[in-house]
């Protein structure tokens, strides 16, 4: 069992900065895939950025050039920097990891959530 937890999250006003940390823990044999989901009320939940075990990344088009996405394999933690941030980009963000516990035994875990709040 691969457990995520997820720190960093808070209040700032538009223009400030954050940064999220997730760290896995668990029996992890690897991590092929981590990443960062957003759900902001009434809305449905959507991928912000993902990175590969290779540093392959991957943003959605509203957070480009403002967030930054990074991980460190040797601690199974991965973050997210967060610039310039917006009220629009209020929600509660999960961590995301897909990857192997054992040779032939593949694993796919979420975090509990972290709310970040943006206001104007």
């Known amino acids: 069992q691969v457990q995520l937890v997820e720190s960093g999250g808070g209040s700032v006003q538009a223009g400030g900065s954050l940064r999220l940390s997730c760290a896995a823990s668990g029996s992890i044999f690897s991590i092929a895939v981590i990443g960062w989901y957003r759900q902001a009320p009434a809305k449905q939940r959507e991928l912000v950025a993902t990175?590969?075990?290779?540093?392959?990344?991957n943003y959605a088009d509203s957070v480009k050039g403002r967030f930054t996405i990074s991980r460190e394999n040797a601690k199974n933690t991965m973050y997210l920097q967060m610039n310039s941030l917006k009220p629009e980009d209020t929600a509660v963000y999960y961590c995301?990891?897909?990857?192997?516990?054992?040779?032939?035994?593949?694993?796919?875990?979420w975090g509990q959530g972290t709310q970040v709040t943006v206001s104007s």
């Open positions: 995301k990891a897909d990857g192997r516990t054992g040779w032939n035994t593949g694993f796919r875990s």
């Open positions: 990175i590969t075990i290779g540093g392959n990344t």
